[in-house]
Each structure stands twice: as C-alpha cells, then as structure tokens.
C-alpha cells in the first residue's frame, strides 16, 4: 500500500474483565480524566442488563455529577451538565423506532455539536447516528463479572482507548 493511502487511524480494541463494579467505576474514571471524552462519542453495546446504564452512572459522577441520575429511557435523551460547564447527552434507543424524530428531536445536531455524547442501543438508530469515537460492548458473564470490550475508530477514540489501559 502507498504510503498516503494509509489509513490515518488503525482500529484498535482492548478488551477488559471486570470482576464486579468497581472494575466498571475504575474504567469511569480513567476516562473521566481524559481531555479526549470533550466532544466524544461513545457508543454502549450489550444486552439488557448489561451493565450499561450502570457504566453511564459512573461516568457522570466521575465528572462530577452528583444529583440522582435519571436513565433516559422513556425520554431517549437525558442531558447533563458537569461542573465547568461540559454538556452530557446520555442517549437510549432501545424503544426508539421513529425515523422522523432524528431530525424532528435535534439529535443531528447534537451529534454534530459539541458536548459528550453517550447512546445506548445505538444500533436502533443505525443509519443516522455517526460512527463511535469509541464502542464499548459489555457482555454479562455471571452477576458480577463482564467482559468489556473497547474499540476506537478515531484519533479522540484511540486517545481514550490509552485512557482506559
Ligand atoms: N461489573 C459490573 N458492571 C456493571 N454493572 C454491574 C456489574 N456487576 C453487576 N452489575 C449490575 O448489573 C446491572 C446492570 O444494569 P443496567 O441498567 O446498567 O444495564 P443496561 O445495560 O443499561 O440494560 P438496558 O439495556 O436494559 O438499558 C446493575 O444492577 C448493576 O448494578
Ligand atoms: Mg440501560
């Protein structure tokens, strides 16, 4: 391959266990203190019960978010504000199914404007949401325990990814 048809970011993936949740509150954190999670993208994958929502939490409050935090499911978006002023769009799709509402609701142009940007469910709106800085797909393996893979398809998702090792 010539050398200016490389690609400008390889895909990566790290993959992590988690014996319970403070191995999901450890991974928060490290992100939390990344300048990269400014204007990212990430996308949540995993089954009901995951560990999702439960991984969104600890993200907010390692930002400093200290109310009860709501999960956005009847409203398929809940937004946020972390102290200094960062805004959060914690997004679940899992009953969204109304094409029209991407535009309809703004969610284009929340994804196309700055802020953090969390999607559960993501996949309900493929076609229309942009691809993740970075994916995060989280597979129950007994009560506590997951298997957490992460994967970046960008610079800001790769800057994240050394985050998280
Ligand atoms: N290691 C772990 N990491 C994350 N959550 C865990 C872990 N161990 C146990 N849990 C529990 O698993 C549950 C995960 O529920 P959560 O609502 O976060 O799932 P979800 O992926 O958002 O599901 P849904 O698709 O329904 O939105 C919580 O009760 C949480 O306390
Ligand atoms: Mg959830």
């Given at each position: 391959m010539a050398a200016d048809h490389l690609p400008i970011v390889e895909t990566r993936t790290l993959v992590q266990q988690w014996a319970s949740e403070d191995d999901c509150d450890a991974l928060a954190r490290k992100l939390a203190s990344s300048d990269a999670l400014?204007?990212?993208?990430?996308?949540?994958?995993?089954?009901?019960?995951?560990?999702?929502?439960?991984?969104?939490?600890?993200?907010?409050r390692a930002l400093g978010i200290a109310s009860r935090i709501k999960s956005p499911t009847y409203a398929v978006v809940?937004?946020?504000?972390?102290p200094g002023g960062l805004a959060i769009f914690h997004f679940d799709f899992y009953?969204?199914?109304?094409p029209h509402e991407w535009d309809d609701a703004g969610f284009r142009d929340i994804f196309a404007g700055t802020g953090l940007k969390?999607?559960?469910?993501?996949?309900?709106?493929a076609g229309r949401i942009p691809v993740a800085d970075l994916a995060i797909k989280i597979e129950a393996m007994n009560d506590d325990t997951r298997t957490v893979t992460l994967h970046a398809n960008?610079?800001?998702g790769s800057r994240l990814?050394?985050?998280a090792a």
């Open positions: 400014r204007d990212a993208f990430i996308a949540l994958h995993g089954d009901l019960g995951a560990g999702k929502t439960t991984f969104v939490r600890h993200l907010l809940e937004p946020h504000e972390a009953r969204f199914s109304d969390l999607a559960e469910w993501p996949e309900n709106a960008t610079v800001r990814l050394d985050a």
